[in-house]
């Protein structure tokens, strides 16, 4: 109830709103942030029916299917196992009131309406996300040539191996020493807490 006579006291419409820091407890979306595990809100668009709330693991989307249903579908998407691509921030015309953040997360594509007002706050969300994206697809890269890497490097040991060693000795020492630095590799470049992005470039 408190909410939803926040969610008034805000003054929404169907075009979005950027709602400040302090206002983060009077939305929906924060009950369902995980902050028991250090998850944070650094940017949030509510309006009527919807709201996107971006912290520093994942988009959480509250969707709403009108202003005056009750009912929500609550969807979650880690920036790790949703990359982000295609962003793209469309101003305002003359006689326009809202401009338009649109990313693809996933298999998700989002196109967010946001009052024009907030143009200065969506330009630096369009910055994290496509700092995010580009980050992530370069992650992708190098997690890619690192596995190639050890394929190689495993097929040229067995080549060269010596016939008088133990082969399942070998076996077992090159497989452990493969996954514990395909961990560590995986750990460098499958980010999962993008908050250093959004405390660069978010400036509430």
């Not at 006689?95 to 330009?123: A, N, P, R, T």
């Not at 080549?159 to 133990?166: H, P």
Request: with cysteine; proline share 0%.
């Amino acid at each position: 109830m408190f909410k939803k006579l926040a969610s008034e006291a805000l003054g929404l419409s169907d075009i979005g709103s950027v709602i400040q820091p302090q206002d983060f407890d009077k939305v929906d979306a924060d009950d369902y942030v995980m902050h028991e595990d250090g998850e944070k809100i650094y940017f949030l668009i509510k309006s009527k029916t919807d709201e996107y709330c971006f912290t520093n693991k994942a988009l959480i989307h509250v969707d709403g299917t009108s202003a005056v249903s009750k009912k929500r579908t609550l969807r979650r998407f880690s920036y790790s196992a949703n990359k982000i691509r295609n962003v793209e921030l469309e101003t305002a015309g003359t006689v326009d009131l809202d401009v338009e953040i649109k990313f693809k997360m996933g298999d998700e594509v989002y196109s967010i309406d946001v009052h024009k007002k907030y143009i200065e706050e969506i330009k630096d969300l369009y910055k994290a996300l496509l700092a995010i994206s580009e980050i992530t697809k370069e992650n992708e890269y190098m997690l890619n040539f690192a596995q190639q890497s050890l394929n190689v490097a495993s097929t040229t040991l067995g080549r060269v191996a010596s016939k008088e060693t133990n082969l399942v000795e070998d076996f077992s020492q090159l497989n452990e020493a493969a996954f514990n630095w395909l961990m560590e590799t995986s750990k460098k470049y499958n980010v999962k807490d993008y908050g250093y992005v959004f405390e660069k470039y978010i400036n509430n």
